[in-house]
């Protein structure tokens, strides 16, 4: 009798927990009016109510969403913010780029293990902590930082440790965890809780009063194509790296045919050592909507979305509260400004931990709520992007240059910058310096004088700029002019004095592309895996000049076969680091020859000498 009792209590106990599991998921999927497309909002949502996305939960929102369990399961198995097994309550990520690793992350590390009594990489046997290691968490200013559920913690000393635990243990008591919207509230309970204003200094695109409306109201008293016309005579290029013009991209995006037209801004902001566009949303999110609203007017969209990259949760409330402010004044919704016919509004959607997430079709993707894999291009997202409709994918200050461009005029914003690059560029500076931070410069300047502006030491090693999938710079080129005609970067700048190990430093970088790659094609796949390997050996000392030689022909072949500019930049830190520090490998040569047969001979009449014994033939 017993044994059917029992299986008839669970039973009954599993179809209660498979009845609230899926009647909370019907909520949630309710009150986001979630249809497919929103897979990752109402993902999210589940991860948080119920700390992880169990088998009941998949089979939930597949009847719901009318979505197939396997690409629920595909979905949710890609991002690092979502988990198909149970996970601590508060999940510990520290941050472990080589800024965070030079400025005291390993000690951090340390205190958290011993005061939670776990080892990194494991949750705790009651399931209250996670503590593991994360990529950058855009807060390169400001390590050692971590990221605790939503909160980022910034410039962590080990004392800082025992204090965190007893705070979070308190939330607990007060059953305040988890919080989906993250709630920012959480963050004055938490010691070291907080993100200190990174912008040191100002130029044009930041200084001065902005009303919010005076671009908008400049493009609403032109026709959508001369606000088109505009951006192209300001020459303004994309800020997310790569230098696209924006007035071209507005354009082809417009006049491809779709039943929608959509403004998309990418806040991914995963390249190591970028904290820009974080440092927008937070201190200037007028400016960055605005540019949006300007877009949505001039490509004929009524619709715009954030990517908000996850590890930005904490600033999914305050966006949403200047959103609505400005929904109230006008700015947003229908007839804005009062002009009959121009509706428009911004959605935000988090992402959930993927780098690939910026390549703009994988961001497209991942928006569609699928896994973040880039798409085969063409057709563009110009032609085809998001919901297979013409969408521009603009970088956050892409949109805020845009907006002073409608309010101060495409002259004005030319007058900035060479000839090629115009206007200004935020730089995020961050490692071997007196004042990190984010500096507005105009284009044009040289790496030495930005070096001289955040107080970089004279005798500055290297530069790493644009991030891992951008260049080490050696001194000899700090006389290089920051304009995409010379140093192009995204704005990505960490500094390193003669202190640090270079080839160290390329070694992290390897790692973080093995994290990142999102496995589609092989020559990343496998090649990011290959030259860590590569780079493994040469930091030790064990590589040989023709292993250095075989690294290097192996780099090239993963960034000329990768599918995506993700593979094909990922062996950029140890190309541009052979290029220009050859003495360092050379010097890192393994010094032991290869131990000849001779060697191994005597090698072995030692040992019979000292053990006495003869080894036994077989
Ligand atoms: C792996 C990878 C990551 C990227 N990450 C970002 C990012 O975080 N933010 C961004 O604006 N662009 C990123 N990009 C570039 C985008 O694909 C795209 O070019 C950009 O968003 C276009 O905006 P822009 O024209 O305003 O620069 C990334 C590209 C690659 C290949
Ligand atoms: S290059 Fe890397 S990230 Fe890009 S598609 Fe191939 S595996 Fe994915």
Request: hydrophobic fraction near 35%; glycine fraction near 16%.
């Given at each position: 009798m017993l044994p059917n009792l029992f299986m008839r209590a669970s039973l009954t106990m599993r179809s209660i927990m498979n009845i609230s599991c899926a009647d909370a998921i019907g909520d949630i999927i309710e009150e986001l009016q979630?249809?497919?497309?929103r897979l990752m909002d109402v993902a999210l949502a589940v991860q948080h109510r119920f700390g992880h996305i169990s088998k009941d939960s998949v089979k939930a929102i597949s009847a719901l969403l009318g979505i197939h369990p396997v690409e629920i399961e595909d979905m949710v198995s890609f991002?690092?913010?979502?988990?198909q097994e149970p996970r601590g309550r508060n999940r510990i990520r520290l941050s472990n780029t080589p800024i965070s690793l030079m400025k005291g992350a390993m000690d951090v590390a340390c205190a958290f293990e011993e005061v939670l009594d776990l080892k990194l990489g494991e949750t705790s046997s009651d399931f209250e902590f996670t503590l593991e290691w994360t990529s950058d968490i855009g807060m390169a200013d400001q390590e050692p930082a971590a990221l605790i559920n939503d909160m980022i913690l910034t410039?962590?000393?080990?004392?800082?440790v025992p204090g965190i635990i007893v705070s979070l243990r308190r939330l607990k008591d007060k059953d305040d965890l988890p919080p989906f919207p993250p709630k920012?509230?959480?963050?004055?309970?938490?010691?070291?809780?907080i993100v200190h204003h990174s912008l040191v200094q100002s130029g044009p695109l930041l200084s001065g009063r902005l009303d919010p409306a005076a671009g908008i109201k400049a493009a609403l008293n032109m026709p959508p194509e001369k606000v088109i016309e505009e951006m192209t005579a300001s020459k303004l290029r994309g800020r997310?790296?790569?230098?696209?013009p924006t007035g071209m991209k507005w354009r082809l995006t417009r006049k491809s045919e779709g039943e929608e037209h959509y403004v998309l801004c990418?806040?991914?902001?995963?390249?190591?050592?970028?904290f820009k566009d974080r440092m927008l949303l937070a201190e200037f999110p007028d400016l960055v909507f605005d540019g949006m609203t300007i877009a949505g007017y001039a490509l004929g969209s009524r619709q715009g979305i954030i990517y908000l990259r996850?590890?930005?949760?904490?600033?999914w409330e305050p966006l949403q509260a200047a959103l609505q402010i400005r929904r109230e004044q006008g700015?947003?919704?229908?007839?804005?400004?009062?002009?009959?016919?121009f509706d428009f509004d911004i959605r935000i959607q988090l992402g959930a931990g993927?780098?690939?997430?910026?390549?703009e079709s994988a961001l497209i993707e991942s928006l569609e709520g699928k896994r973040g894999a880039p798409r085969d291009r063409p057709p563009f997202p110009t032609e085809r992007?998001?919901?297979?409709e013409p969408s521009a994918v603009d970088n956050v200050e892409t949109y805020a240059c845009a907006a002073r461009i409608m309010e101060r005029g495409a002259a004005w914003f030319a007058s900035f910058g060479t000839k090629q690059s115009a206007g200004t560029k935020l730089m995020c500076v961050s490692g071997d310096c007196a004042r990190p931070g984010v500096y507005e410069v105009p284009f044009g300047i040289t790496l030495n004088e930005l070096l001289d502006l955040c107080g970089?030491?004279?005798?500055?090693?290297y530069v790493q700029m644009s991030g891992p999938s951008g260049q080490a710079v050696a001194p000899k080129d700090f006389?290089?002019?920051?304009?995409y005609e010379d140093l192009s970067t995204g704005g990505s700048t960490m500094i390193f004095g003669p202190q640090r190990d270079v080839l160290d430093v390329a070694l992290q970088f390897a790692k973080f592309f093995v994290d990142e790659s999102?496995?589609?094609?092989t020559p990343c796949r496998v090649g990011t895996t290959l030259l860590k390997q590569g780079m493994e050996k040469i930091v030790d000392g064990r590589a040989s000049l023709a292993d250095i030689s075989a690294t290097e022909a192996l780099a090239n072949t993963v960034a000329r076969m990768s599918r995506c500019g993700l593979g094909q930049t990922a062996p950029n830190p140890i190309l541009t680091t052979m290029r220009n520090f050859p003495e360092i490998y050379e010097a890192r040569l393994?010094?032991?020859?290869f131990t000849s047969l001779t060697a191994l001979d005597d090698a072995l009449r030692e040992a019979i000498e000292v053990q006495g014994r003869e080894p036994v033939e077989v």
């Open positions: 979630a249809d497919r497309s991002y690092a913010f979502l988990d410039g962590l000393t080990p004392s800082d920012a509230a959480h963050a004055a309970l938490i010691p070291k809780a997310g790296g790569a230098g696209f990418n806040a991914d902001e995963g390249e190591p050592g970028t996850g590890e930005y949760a904490c600033l700015l947003l919704g229908s007839n804005i400004c009062g002009d009959a016919g993927a780098y690939i997430c910026g390549e992007g998001y919901l297979q970089a030491p004279a005798d500055t090693a006389g290089r002019r920051i304009a999102c496995g589609w094609c393994a010094r032991e020859k």
